[in-house]
T-cell receptor, first 109, second 116 residues
Framework: RKEVEQDPGPFNVPEGATVAFNCTYS??????FFWYRQDCRKEPKLLMS???SGNEDGRFTAQLNRASQYISLLIRDSKLSDSATYLC??????????FGDGTTLTVKP | EAEVAQSPRYKITEKSQAVAFWCDPISGHATLYWYRQILGQGPELLVQ????????DSQLPKDRFSAERLKGVDSTLKIQPAELGDSAMYLC??????????????FGPGTRLTVL
C-alpha cells in the first residue's frame, strides 16, 4: 500500500461544474499537507497548503481530516484552464515529502 | 522571478553509459531535493540536502546513483551505469528553510532522460 493514495481519475467534467478530489495518507505522524498542480510535461507548482481548519482560495477549497487521515480539494465553477493533474503532498515533521500519483482532471467546453 | 535551473533539459543515452544532471536552486534556498518521476506517477524523492549535507537518501539506489552539493549551492546527480528502467523525468526542487515541513517547494523544469 502506498503512503499517499489518490484516485487517478480521469475526471472529465463540463465547464462550470464542481469537482472534488480526495487523498488518503497512512503515516499518522504527517504534519503538513499540500496540493500541487502539474500541467502536462511541466513541473509541479504549489496550488495551496492545507490547514487544519480548512482553507479557501478563490474557487478552490482544501480540507483536512486528521482522524480519517485524508485531505480533499474542491474546485467550484471549473474552467478549461483547470485541466491538469493534481498532486497531493504529505510532509513529515522532519520535512520529508511524499507525493501521491495524482488525479487527472479534464474540463470540457 | 527567481527560478530553479536544471540542465540538460533532455538526455538520450545508451544503457551502461554514465549521465549527469545539474541543478541550481533559487538563491538562498537551503534545502534541495532531487526527485524521479515516471510517467503516470508522482515524483519520488531520491535525495534531500540541507545545505551541503544529505538529510535523506533512503530511496537513492546507491549502487548506481550519486548526488553531491559540495558548496551548499548547486547540485549534481549522477547515474553510472544507466539502465533502461532509469528512463524518467528527473526533477530538482528547492525550499527556503531547513525544517521544510511547511515550506513550498519550487521545482525546476526537469531533465527528461531516455535510456536506449
Amino acid at each position: 500500500r502506498k503512503e499517499v493514495e489518490q484516485d487517478p481519475g480521469p475526471f472529465n467534467v463540463p465547464e462550470g461544474a464542481t469537482v472534488a478530489f480526495n487523498c488518503t495518507y497512512s503515516n499518522s505522524a504527517s504534519q503538513s499537507f499540500f496540493w500541487y498542480r502539474q500541467d502536462c510535461r511541466k513541473e509541479p507548482k504549489l496550488l495551496m497548503s492545507v490547514y487544519s481548519s480548512g482553507n479557501e482560495d478563490g474557487r478552490f477549497t482544501a480540507q483536512l481530516n486528521r482522524a480519517s487521515q485524508y485531505i480533499s480539494l474542491l474546485i467550484r465553477d471549473s474552467k478549461l484552464s483547470d485541466s491538469a493533474t493534481y498532486l497531493c503532498v504529505v510532509n513529515t515533521n522532519a520535512g520529508k515529502s511524499t507525493f501521491g500519483d495524482g488525479t487527472t482532471l479534464t474540463v470540457k467546453p | 522571478e527567481a527560478e530553479v535551473a536544471q540542465s540538460p533539459r533532455y538526455k538520450i543515452t545508451e544503457k551502461s553509459q554514465a549521465v549527469a544532471f545539474w541543478c541550481d536552486p533559487i538563491s538562498g534556498h537551503a534545502t534541495l531535493y532531487w526527485y524521479r518521476q515516471i510517467l503516470g506517477q508522482g515524483p519520488e524523492l531520491l535525495v534531500q540536502f540541507q545545505d551541503e549535507s544529505v538529510v535523506d537518501d533512503s530511496q537513492l539506489p546507491k549502487d548506481r546513483f550519486s548526488a553531491e552539493r559540495l558548496k551548499g549551492v548547486d547540485s549534481t546527480l549522477k547515474i553510472q551505469p544507466a539502465e533502461l528502467g532509469d528512463s524518467a523525468m528527473y526533477l530538482c526542487a528547492s525550499s527556503l528553510q531547513g525544517l521544510a515541513k511547511y515550506n513550498e517547494q519550487f521545482f525546476g523544469p526537469g531533465t527528461r532522460l531516455t535510456v536506449l
